[in-house]
């Protein structure tokens, strides 16, 4: 067998697609021919087995993403991404394209309308799978928020995601109706009843948010000077171009008299150095997510007197 060939059925657990055959060189009558020879074992449509290779999970794995052009998800993600507290079932989760899809074998197919923009894609191995964050969120979907809670714990404690990056991915994804977002929300909010969230982590969140609505990103941290060059303030986020700063208040931070006094007279110096301050709380972000979006782009679009796009942000 030649070396390139070789090294796909070793690289994907003795699994190859017909694609990935008629590439490294080899033709549909090769193909047939070992088809009919027993050398190559048909799984799915158009997706083989090398007959030396032991049939193993991790090879059903790859065959249902090659077959369905798919990306590993849910309940098998989870198993990938090593989250013991998930139960172990025999059958294979894709997610998909949505559309018409021919059911296979031991595969459960997921449909999204938001493949590429909205899957969070990670890699294990040759496998394409959705990130942790992402993967936590489809489960939610299957399960309790008692049992959710104890996955998003044992993640957390062994440093794989974190509490910041799931509600990350829980304000991008959220929209009514959408599986696993209520269970997911729950279960955050046990976690995170005192709101210790780190601004920081917070600030980058916003920024995440802001992109995907496909606006710029702000800048974090900013130094604010004014026209003397003189220091005034430094921002959470800024457009500086607009002169627009955005201000995260948070709970642990700015809810005391002496907060309270600050925040106002930096307000008002930032005002003085020509500069509109945009403040949002973490209830902003965590339910009015398209009203904070929708408040920067309006101040984006008339500072630069462009025509507004359409006004929303898709959380699928």
Request: some cysteine; hydrophobic content about 40%; proline content about 4%.
């Amino acid at each position: 067998m030649e070396p390139s060939i070789a090294a796909i059925f070793r690289r994907q657990h003795g699994v190859a697609s017909r694609g990935q055959l008629l590439e490294a060189g080899w033709s549909e009558t090769q193909i047939r021919d070992r088809v009919r020879k027993g050398e190559l074992v048909r799984i799915h449509p158009g997706v083989y087995r090398l007959d030396t290779a032991a049939e193993s999970w991790a090879g059903r794995v790859v065959a249902a993403s090659l077959s369905t052009n798919g990306t590993v998800s849910h309940l098998t993600a989870a198993r990938l991404h090593g989250l013991s507290e998930v139960w172990r079932r025999s059958t294979v989760d894709v997610t998909v394209a949505h559309g018409r899809w021919r059911e296979l074998p031991g595969v459960v197919i997921h449909q999204s309308t938001q493949v590429d923009a909205r899957l969070d894609l990670g890699e294990h191995g040759a496998i394409p799978v959705t990130g942790i964050e992402r993967t936590i969120l489809d489960i939610g979907a299957i399960m309790g928020v008692d049992r959710l809670g104890a996955v998003i714990d044992a993640a957390v404690r062994q440093r794989q995601t974190s509490l910041a990056l799931l509600w990350d991915v829980w304000v991008r994804h959220a929209r009514r109706g959408r599986n696993g977002c209520g269970v997911l929300r729950e279960a955050l909010e046990v976690r995170s009843a005192d709101h210790t969230i780190p601004l920081s982590e917070w600030s980058r969140m916003v920024a995440r948010l802001l992109a995907s609505a496909s606006l710029p990103k702000p800048r974090l941290e900013f130094p604010v000077h004014d026209e003397q060059g003189r220091f005034v303030a430094q921002v959470d986020l800024a457009y500086p171009a607009a002169r627009l700063a955005i201000e995260l208040d948070s709970l642990g931070f700015h809810l005391n008299a002496e907060s309270f006094v600050r925040d106002r007279r930096r307000y008002r110096a930032l005002a003085v150095a020509g500069w509109q301050v945009l403040p949002f709380s973490w209830e902003d972000y965590k339910h009015r997510p398209q009203e904070l979006v929708a408040q920067v782009r309006r101040f984006l679009d008339a500072d630069c007197g462009s025509p507004a796009p359409p006004n929303h942000i898709n959380f699928g």
